[in-house]
């Protein structure tokens, strides 16, 4: 399998046609206007007289003919439909949405919405406020696609500007590009694979632009804190961020992704950012309760204290106080006190 994801294409149809030998049908017909050849009564005489003068003139002289286009269209009564619904909300599940709501809906995805329930407020707006359909029926889905049509919209407009459907591919473009318009920003990039001989390199990849490494060297040498963030991406892989206080606020200055979290992976990602900033040296790193990340900082820096943030130490507390084989668990709330 070359692809990182493989989608079976679904389609949302509750009956197989929503038109099952209907009888109804829509009539147009294509009229063309002669204004200057009106006839003055309805006779045989003079419908043929205009008739034969008129073809004179579209063969002689057809750029002084003046000509209006019309189109009659005839649309069926209700009474006409049969073998499908023709009220209620099973009458507008089977119908498209429309091509501009989902243009629309592009457009925002483009511009960073990513939630189906922002996207559905956007779309009602639009509908309402641009479409200048005030009272169309809430329930018809060309107009107010279902979460499900709004989600595979979305999907398809985040995919449209990929150059391949592997993630790794797409990631080597986009630091391909970063290297052009932004090359003093610090890039370690690692694609998973195996070599000839059967060893498998992890996945690794580390970034810190330029203005993240003067605050690091900056801020870097007395506290930095370590935050892991889960379940961000569509792979179960942990994202890292790099922080220090500044004389402003706290401020991310360093990013890496491994594809595990153990101390290895960990350890490797800290000591590719030492490369890029030789000076820094903290003296106290804030983590979480995690004994992956504490064994490998305390292994990239000699004579590091490790401190643990408060709401993991409280975490860790209640835990081990609420576990019955400890046999605590029924004094928990005087010990917490």
């Known amino acids: 399998m070359k692809e990182d994801h493989v989608f079976a294409k679904r389609r949302n149809l509750l009956q197989p046609s929503k038109k099952q030998g209907c009888t109804a049908t829509i009539c147009v017909s294509h009229i063309v206007r002669f204004p200057d050849f009106k006839i003055t009564e309805n006779t045989e005489w003079r419908r043929t007289a205009n008739s034969k003068l008129l073809r ?8 002084n003919v003046q000509g209006v286009v019309e189109y009659h269209v005839r649309f069926p009564n209700k009474e006409d439909h049969c073998n499908h619904p023709t009220e209620g909300q099973v009458a507008f599940l089977p119908e498209p949405v429309e091509p501009r709501v989902v243009e629309k809906i592009a457009e925002l995805t483009r511009c960073g919405v990513r939630s189906v329930s922002e996207m559905i407020q956007h779309v009602n707006s639009f509908v309402r406020n641009e ?3 005030t009272g169309e029926d809430e329930n018809r889905r060309r107009f107010f696609p279902t979460a499900q049509d709004i989600r595979n919209a ?6 449209e500007n990929r150059s391949s459907k592997n993630d790794q591919e797409n990631l080597k473009t986009i630091l391909e590009q970063w290297e052009k318009t932004e090359p003093e920003d610090k890039v370690y990039y690692r694609e998973a694979s195996h070599t000839e001989e059967g060893e498998r390199k992890d996945f690794l990849f580390c970034y810190q632009a330029k203005w993240q490494q003067r605050l690091l060297n900056r801020y870097g040498n007395d506290l930095c804190l370590l935050d892991a963030t889960y379940r961000t991406v569509k ?7 790099l922080c220090v206080r500044t004389n402003v606020n706290y401020a991310v200055v360093g990013t890496f992704m491994t594809e595990h979290e153990n101390e290895g992976s960990i350890y490797e990602a800290i000591e590719v950012f030492k490369s890029w900033n030789p000076l820094w040296k903290p003296n106290n790193f804030l983590t979480d309760y995690c004994l992956a990340e504490i064994n490998a900082l305390e292994r990239a820096f000699a004579g590091l204290v490790v401190r643990l943030c408060l709401f993991h130490r409280e975490k860790a507390w209640n835990e081990w ?9 029924e004094y928990s709330h005087e010990l917490k006190r």
Do not use: R
């Open 56 to 63: 004179n003139s579209l063969s002689s002289n057809l750029d």
């Open 321 to 329: 106080l609420s576990k019955a084989s400890h046999g605590v668990s």
């Open 154 to 159: 979305m999907t398809k407009a985040k995919l």
């Open 235 to 241: 792979y179960a892989l942990p994202l890292f961020f």
């Open 131 to 133: 479409l200048l359909l």
